[in-house]
């Protein structure tokens, strides 16, 4: 399934702006919406079913939203669907779930065990072509979206003969498969049947059981913590962390598999659920160190009830949710996008932060939407933070100044699942997306996305792309101060300077993802000093020691393609700075004339998606 990526976004996601379908959800009498715990709203965007609600009529919701979702990309609907314990469908009438943008389906119970459904929950290519003989069917813009907490039982009953042992989970960045298992089938990372295997750019899985897996057109992966079956291949960067049944990687790069047997620091999303009362919970798993497997019969950690949040909505000041913060709540928040025009500050040590349904965070006036203080044990989960038209320092800050506060390494302010946005729905301007100066810092997953795509007004025409580089403005993606810094899949795109600025010592990164920006307009606009264009991933000059296990940095100057840049990766030469299985490679447009520090050919456009692969640096005698 290994092929070369076309023009990836801007030329074909502008044919779907303004397609999303004006279909409101029918609801069930006995699927609540608005649910109440208390005197506690979820909102009007979270739905929780029961197991006694009839099976056609949880499916008629669940399709009307995602014929509303399913081009939605840029839109600011967001839903939560949570399933009660107990089961869901039938072997005669399974509930076969797809699930477009900013949706959530996750089970309410303690244990994946409890909520199973029997049929499918999956995700297709989009057809984003008008022409029937062209209709570019591709899984490359399928961001955004959910899924944890469940069994599914495969079940294709009534589906065309090429879906109907295969769960289709066809996704690229920004979407999180967490703590579910497959079973009676085979789990599929593309979709083969819709205009035949096309591309794909995902992806994450963490906590899972996975049947026989197949990676099919998946150009990049994570799997971490998580029993597989079997893996079927691999196209560029896949790469497996504490996952019993991962394949072996003594081949690489041919396969490009990078296997670790153990996860250098882990822990796993907090979770809302149901008790053995009837009550609403969330659980908060408890950090590891060099863990393997699922979590799933681990009882370290907090359990926290419900009313110990303050569950937030939209529209909601800042001003009030700070003061819950302040008083010693934690804090939810309810699907929706929050204009946010003054730091939400978190201050306190172990206090959670967690977003249902893609709760969108953004910033107003320049604002930093979330400050997160010098302390231990925060953790952020669930949510995404979008720039505004007026330029922020920084989108989301992990502490002050590096060296000042009180970290643990037991303990480590954790982000899971923290996306980030410069553009795309509207124009976006920011300094610095995410900003990391405490130590101990544990970032599990994260698309940090500069857009080369959206309703901003992205053209494939040079103006509008060079007036794109001018306003939709984001210098650096992640910048990672502190020390003992932790990062498993850390994806990030497009940044007008470095992509990814790593200073702290000793960090760690276990699977990174980059593509440069698109749209420099000439090469003098991608300088850095006198050399040419900046490396995708920078290890500061001044560290002694970090580790990267495989990381790709991708490009694609469509601007411009007589763009340069010198080195996919740029790092000081010391012993105790290693890159294991790392790799450059062209998408039809620009050179990066180096994989790391001058060592690797060029990947030009002689070698259009074929990556160019440096095995160790410094390289093992």
């Given at each position: 399934m290994t092929r070369p990526r076309p023009i990836r976004r801007a030329a074909t996601v502008a044919l779907t702006l303004g397609l999303a379908l004006s279909i409101a959800p029918t609801l069930p009498a006995s699927a609540h919406t608005g649910w109440t715990a208390g005197a506690q709203s979820l909102g009007p965007n979270v739905t929780v079913f029961d197991?006694?609600?009839?099976?056609?009529?949880?499916?008629?919701?669940?399709?009307?939203?995602?014929?509303?979702?399913?081009?939605?990309?840029?839109?600011?609907?967001?839903?939560?669907?949570?399933?009660?314990?107990?089961?869901?469908?039938?072997?005669?009438?399974?509930?076969?779930?797809?699930?477009g943008y900013y949706t959530e389906i996750s089970g309410l119970g303690a244990n994946p065990g409890d909520v199973v459904i029997n049929g499918k929950v999956e995700a297709y290519n989009r057809c984003l072509g008008s022409d029937p003989?062209?209709?570019?069917?591709?899984?490359?813009?399928?961001?955004?979206?959910?899924?944890?907490?469940?069994?599914?039982?495969i079940n294709g009953a009534g589906q065309d003969g090429c879906r109907q042992t295969a769960n289709f989970w066809a996704v690229s960045q920004a979407v999180s498969l967490r703590r579910t298992q497959f079973n009676g089938g085979t789990l599929s990372l593309m979709d083969y049947c819709t205009a035949g295997p096309q591309y794909a750019s995902g992806g994450f899985i963490a906590d899972s059981k996975l049947p026989a897996t197949t990676n099919?057109?998946?150009?990049?992966?994570?799997?971490?913590?998580?029993?597989?079956?079997?893996?079927?291949?691999?196209?560029?960067?896949?790469?497996f962390a504490g996952v019993t049944g991962a394949p072996d990687d003594a081949a690489f790069p041919d396969p490009p598999y990078t296997t670790l047997a153990t996860t250098p620091v882990s822990r796993e999303k907090p979770f809302l659920f149901v008790d053995a009362k009837g009550k609403y919970q969330v659980r908060v798993p408890?950090?590891?160190?060099?863990?393997?497997?699922?979590?799933?019969?681990?009882?370290?950690?907090?359990?926290l009830p419900l009313s110990d949040f303050y569950v937030a909505k939209p529209g909601d000041s800042v001003a009030k949710i700070n003061l819950q913060l302040a008083l010693g709540r934690h804090l939810l928040l309810t699907p929706g996008v929050y204009d946010i025009a003054q730091s939400i500050r978190v201050f306190r040590p172990n206090t959670v932060v967690l977003g249902l349904g893609h709760a969108t965070l953004t910033a107003v006036n320049g604002s930093i939407p979330l400050d997160v203080a010098d302390v231990p044990g925060v953790i952020v989960a669930g949510v995404t933070i979008d720039a505004g038209t007026k330029e922020s320092p920084v989108l989301l800050r992990v502490g002050r100044q590096h060296g000042f506060g009180y970290s643990s390494a037991s303990n480590p302010t954790t982000l899971n699942d923290v996306y980030f946005r410069v553009g795309g729905p509207h124009i976006?301007?920011?300094?610095?997306?995410?900003?990391v100066n405490s130590d101990d810092v544990l970032i599990d997953h994260t698309w940090v996305w500069r857009g080369d795509h959206g309703v901003e007004g992205f053209t494939n025409g040079v103006n509008g792309d060079t007036d794109r580089w001018r306003t939709n403005t984001g210098r650096y993606g992640a910048v990672i101060n502190g020390d003992d810094v932790t990062a498993t899949g850390l994806f990030v795109e497009h940044f007008q300077k470095y992509n990814t600025v790593w200073n702290g010592e000793r960090g760690t990164t276990v699977l990174y993802q980059n593509e440069l920006p698109y749209d420099p307009p000439t090469q003098a606009d991608w300088m850095n000093g006198k050399v040419q264009g900046y490396a995708g991933y920078k290890v500061g000059n001044k560290v002694k020691k970090h580790q990267l296990y495989g990381g790709g940095v991708y490009v694609f100057n469509q601007n411009n393609p007589s763009i340069r840049t010198t080195n996919g990766f740029e790092v000081p030469q010391t012993p105790g700075v290693k890159l294991h299985h790392i790799m450059t490679v062209n998408l039809s447009a620009g050179v990066v004339d180096h994989v790391v520090n001058g060592v690797g050919e060029a990947a030009d456009m002689t070698k259009v998606g074929q990556p160019v692969f440096v095995v160790d640096y410094p390289a093992v005698p």
């Open positions: 197991p006694s609600t009839p099976v056609s009529q949880i499916q008629a919701t669940l399709d009307a939203t995602y014929a509303k979702q399913v081009d939605n990309e840029m839109g600011t609907a967001r839903y939560a669907y949570l399933f009660k314990p107990g089961t869901y469908g039938t072997a005669e009438q399974p509930l076969q779930i797809k699930v003989a062209n209709p570019n069917c591709i899984a490359l813009v399928n961001f955004w979206r959910t899924l944890s907490n469940l069994t599914v039982n099919g057109s998946q150009q990049q992966w994570l799997t971490r913590n998580s029993e597989v079956q079997s893996w079927s291949n691999a196209v560029w960067n896949q790469v408890a950090a590891k160190r060099n863990s393997t497997g699922s979590s799933w019969d681990d009882t370290s950690g907090r359990t976006g301007k920011t300094n610095i997306a995410l900003e």
